[in-house]
């Protein structure tokens, strides 16, 4: 089997103590491929982080990027160094970036002008993007409809938590569709639902390790070797096999970033 975790914190302090234990169990667990993911926690001062992981390993690739929570946070600096960051070899994608109405701050204006500044950025580079969306999707999917879709580059819905209308939305702009481990929530059938119904080749598989843990490990961190459990859930939920799901999933995200059969440390183009 081989399987892809589109969509983990490698930089975390939470793999401070294990970072390279955590990953040969990954690699024990079949996964070939992961993309470690420059925002997030770690803030817009440090947004060569996933770079730095990355760059030990030719079987992991790497984002930029400022997260919606740390609009607030952003200076012109910071948008020069992006732009420094997008012609490093080991960055295939833009992001996590988009728009989080789930918090009062920061406020949505100003969300929207971050995000909409990345884009441009993303687009110069001529990487594909990925979104976090939450709570948010008629704004953010209106501003990607309008500043991102005639790019043509597509990207990908992370950790998606949408409706089945907000899928399709995406995936007529050339996005995929990923799924997290909360898919394996009892509560989470309105995700499974629309996991059951896209198309097997525009989905993906992610961890957003060291959050959502499976729900037998709940409480617990997550690490990319349980990205196996939601190929899994997808699996049933579509009454296919795990390892028909998972080689799917991969040659998904091979397309979208233009790789080959193998990983490889150089950006594809």
Partial sequence: MEIIDSHAHLESEEFDADRAEMLERAQTADVQAILAIGSGGSGPDRLDAAISVANDYDWIYATIGIHPQHAAEAQAPHYAQLDALAKNPKVIAWGEMGLDYHYEEPAAEIQQPVFRRQLQQARAAKLPIVIHCRDAWDDCLAILEKDWNPAGLGGIFHCFTGTL???????????????????????????????????????????????????????????????????????????????????ATAANFRRLFRLGGQASPARPR
């Fill in 165 to 247: 209308r907000d899928a399709q939305r995406g995936l007529d702009m050339g996005f995929l569709v990923s799924f997290a481990a909360n898919i394996t929530y009892p509560k989470s059938q309105q995700i499974r639902d629309v996991a059951g119904n896209l198309p097997l080749d525009q989905i993906l598989t992610e961890t957003d390790s060291p959050f959502l843990s499976p729900q037998g490990r709940r409480g617990k961190r997550n690490e990319p070797a349980n990205v196996v459990e939601v190929a899994q859930t997808l699996a049933n939920v579509r009454n296919l096999g795990r390892e028909e799901v998972a080689a």
